[in-house]
Nanobody, 122 residues
């Protein structure tokens, strides 16, 4: 499975961005799809996940501000990010998992994209 993220960029605090992740080479609907992020000097951390049955789970730091969704017809997962803060600045990675439910750990994911940079200015 190949994953390609897009939609990153520079935005002011309080603004919004929508990330997209296009999948190819596998059966998209059979994967849980997640978003992770990694800020400079920090570990890659979980952001959000959407299961095969469209259940969702979010990190506390983004709950109420970010929304994950998927379109199986387009083999694409989205991350709508609102009310962005400078601390949301990071490289955002899309990932696919064969684990049932809403996996939230890096080791549960087998497929990763190359990442897209999100920078939030204060």
């Amino acid at each position: 499975v190949q994953l390609v993220e897009s939609g990153g960029g520079l935005v002011q605090a309080g603004g919004s961005l929508r990330l997209s992740c296009a999948a190819s080479g596998g059966t998209f609907s059979s994967y849980a799809m997640g978003w992770f992020r990694q800020a400079p000097g920090k570990e890659r951390e979980f952001v959000a996940v959407i299961s095969r049955t469209t259940s969702t789970y979010y990190a506390d730091s983004v709950k109420g501000r970010f929304t994950i969704s998927r379109d199986n017809a387009k083999n694409t997962v989205y991350l709508q990010m609102n009310s962005l803060k400078p601390e949301d600045t990071a490289v955002y990675y899309c990932a696919g998992s064969t684990v049932w439910g809403t996996p939230s750990h890096r080791y549960e994911y087998s497929y990763w994209g190359q990442g897209t940079q999100v920078t939030v200015s204060s």
